[in-house]
C-alpha cells in the first residue's frame, strides 16, 4: 500500500509540475528553457537546471541532447530551437547559453569515460610508457636524490608498500599513477613540503610553537603515494557520483577535462593533508575515520550550487575561470 501511494504521488507531482510549466509558459511566453537561462546565473546553478530539465522532460530530443557528442551540439541545439518554435534571430542569446550548458553536461559525462578508462588499465611493468611515468614520478619528488635501482627499498621513502609499487596500483589502475605525477611535477614544491611532511611530520614548516599548541608531539605521519592513490579513489567517487559537478561547472566555462580532475586531486591532496594534521590521529590505524570525515566535509561543501573548490596552488593556473 504505501509503495502505491508514492507511486500515485509521483505521478500526481509530475502532472502538476507538467502543469504549472504550461500555465508558465502561457504567462511569460517563455518555455523552461528560456526561463533558467534568463533568470539563473551562469554555472552550475544553471547548468544543473539545464541538465534536470533536459533530462525529465517526455521529450526524446530532449532527453538525449545531454549524452551527444560534442560535435553534435550546435546541430541539437538548432533542433530544440525549432522545436519549442523559437526565433534564433529574436534569441541569440539562448542558443549560446544552451551551448555552453551542454558542452558542460556533455564534457561531464566523457570526463567519467575518460577517467574510468585510466582506472580500468593495469599498470604493466612491460609497458615502457608506464616505467617511465613511474620513474618521472621518482624524479619529481626526490630530484637530489637517484634510484638506485627499478625495484629498491628506496620506494618506500616517496610512500609505496614494497620495493615494487606496481602492486600498489590495483586499486586505481593508471589513474593513481597519472595523478600523483600530475601533483608532482606541476606543484613540485607543495608535493615535495606534503612528503617531507608526511615522512617527518614534526619536522614540518609550521613553527615550534605551532606544532607545540597543537600537541604535535603526537603527530601521525602517513605514506605518501598510498594516501594518494586513496584520494585518488576519493575524487573519483566524487566524480561518477556527481557529487563534483558544482565544482567543473563552476570552473569550466565549457567542458571539463581530465586537467580539471587532476587540478582538483591536488586540491584535495593538498587540504587532507592541512586536515589530518588539524585531526591530530593518535596513530594510522584512524586513517580511515579522518578520511571519511574529510569526504562529508567536502561533500557538503560541493552541495552549495554556487561552490568551487578554488585551490591557491600552481596546478590551478589558468584552469579556473569563474
Not at 606544532?211 to 602517513?222: H, N, P, T
Request: glycine share 4%; hydrophobic share 40%.
Amino acid at each position: 500500500m504505501r509503495m502505491l501511494i508514492q507511486v500515485c504521488l509521483y505521478f500526481y507531482c509530475k502532472f502538476l509540475w507538467r502543469c504549472l510549466k504550461f500555465v508558465m509558459r502561457k504567462l511569460t511566453g517563455r518555455c523552461e528553457l528560456q526561463r533558467i537561462c534568463y533568470n539563473t546565473k551562469p554555472g552550475a546553478p544553471r547548468t544543473m537546471k539545464i541538465e534536470t530539465s533536459l533530462r525529465d522532460s517526455k521529450s526524446k530530443l530532449l532527453q538525449t541532447s545531454v549524452s551527444v557528442h560534442p560535435d553534435a551540439i550546435e546541430k541539437t541545439i538548432e533542433d530544440i530551437m525549432e522545436l519549442k518554435k523559437i526565433n534564433p534571430d529574436i534569441n541569440p542569446q539562448l542558443g549560446i547559453s544552451l551551448q555552453a550548458c551542454l558542452l558542460q553536461i556533455v564534457g561531464y559525462r566523457n570526463l567519467i569515460a575518460d577517467v574510468e578508462k585510466l582506472r580500468r588499465e593495469p599498470y604493466d611493468s612491460d609497458n615502457p610508457q608506464h616505467e617511465e611515468m613511474l620513474l618521472k614520478l621518482w624524479k619529481f619528488l626526490k630530484p637530489n636524490t637517484p634510484l638506485e635501482s627499478r625495484i629498491s627499498k628506496q620506494w618506500c621513502e616517496i610512500g609505496f608498500q614494497g620495493d615494487d609499487p606496481k602492486t600498489d596500483f590495483r586499486g586505481m589502475g593508471l589513474l593513481g599513477l597519472y595523478n600523483l605525477q600530475y601533483f608532482a611535477e606541476r606543484d613540485a614544491t607543495a608535493a615535495q613540503q606534503v612528503l617531507s611532511d608526511s615522512l617527518h611530520p614534526k619536522c614540518s614548516k609550521f613553527s615550534k610553537a605551532e606544532w607545540e599548541k597543537k600537541r604535535m608531539d603526537k603527530a601521525i605521519g602517513y605514506s605518501f603515494a598510498i594516501v594518494g592513490i586513496n584520494i585518488t579513489d576519493l575524487a573519483y567517487n566524487l566524480l561518477v557520483s556527481g557529487a563534483l559537478k558544482t565544482h567543473f561547472y563552476n570552473i569550466a566555462p565549457e567542458a571539463p577535462t581530465l586537467s580539471h580532475f587532476q587540478q582538483t586531486f591536488c586540491y584535495l591532496m593538498h587540504e587532507f593533508h592541512k586536515f589530518w594534521i588539524d585531526e591530530d590521529p593518535m596513530d594510522i590505524m584512524e586513517f580511515n575515520r579522518v578520511r571519511e570525515k574529510f569526504r562529508k566535509r567536502i561533500v557538503k561543501q560541493l552541495q552549495n550550487p554556487d561552490m568551487a573548490l578554488c585551490p591557491h596552488f600552481a596546478a590551478s593556473e589558468g584552469l579556473i575561470n569563474m
